[in-house]
């Protein structure tokens, strides 16, 4: 299972987000909620793969996003039929792979990163980025994303959450290539709560981000 090499200290979620949240069912009132460091990441049911590019709104020139051989995101039920959800859950699944872009180049100043994040989610990321650097880790496998509940508030305000499965993610050496399998004690399933703001060109930017490791929300 894929492990954060940092962890940081727990923030606020904000009141979209924790509406959202609640609305899934948490279930762990327990655990304390925290930015995108606490991991990476199934319900039952039969599910499909889709494109993250489906459905995408705005500019037809988005930068390119190519994650390397052996490094996977798969996005399960990650449409709803709703044309302004699925623009929103297009460009969560973009940021989602432009901050793995940015680990596997190690680039802290990805323009890539930048065109999908903005305020709280950019700074975090690139802290991110700059942690898997200085522990010389990248990662290799497949990260599943699941079960994504949007809520759209206006023409330009959203919230996202959704489940990640890291089970099949591990860390991997920079320098020596080593893959490390060992197990963890640790759950293999992150929840995300994320906000979202479409700026002037139509792009459904993430500006926070929030996550949980364990409970029973993604894991039941």
């Known amino acids: 299972m894929k492990r954060r090499p940092l962890s940081v200290a727990a923030a606020l979620m904000a009141t979209a987000s924790l509406l959202l949240l609640t609305a899934c069912g948490s279930g762990d009132d327990n655990s304390k909620s ?24 705005g500019p037809t020139n988005r930068p390119d996003i190519t994650l390397p051989k052996g490094v996977e995101n798969r996005f399960e039920g990650w449409k709803t039929g709703d044309r302004t959800e699925d623009a929103v859950l297009s460009d969560v699944a973009q940021t ?36 898997w650097l200085d522990e010389d880790l990248t990662w290799t496998g497949v990260t599943r994303y699941f079960d994504p509940n949007v809520k759209v508030a206006d023409s330009d305000t959203a919230a996202v959450v959704y489940c990640a499965d890291e089970s099949k993610a591990y860390n991997k050496n920079r320098k ?16 995300y709560s994320t ?26």
């Open 34 to 57: 925290k930015d995108e460091t606490t991991g990476r990441p199934h319900a039952g049911g039969a599910t499909t793969s889709v494109s993250p590019s489906a459905g995408a709104s």
């Open 96 to 131: 989602v792979n432009a901050v793995d872009d940015a680990i596997v180049r190690g680039d802290t100043n990805s323009s890539i990163l930048a065109y999908y994040r903005q305020g709280k989610a950019l700074v975090s990321a690139q802290k991110w980025v700059q942690a």
């Open 176 to 191: 020596t290539g080593k893959v490390d399998k060992t197990p963890s004690d640790e759950s293999p399933y992150v929840t």
């Open 195 to 220: 906000q979202l703001k479409k700026n002037s060109d139509g792009v459904w930017q993430t500006t926070e981000v929030l996550s949980k490791r364990g409970g029973r929300t993604c894991a039941s």
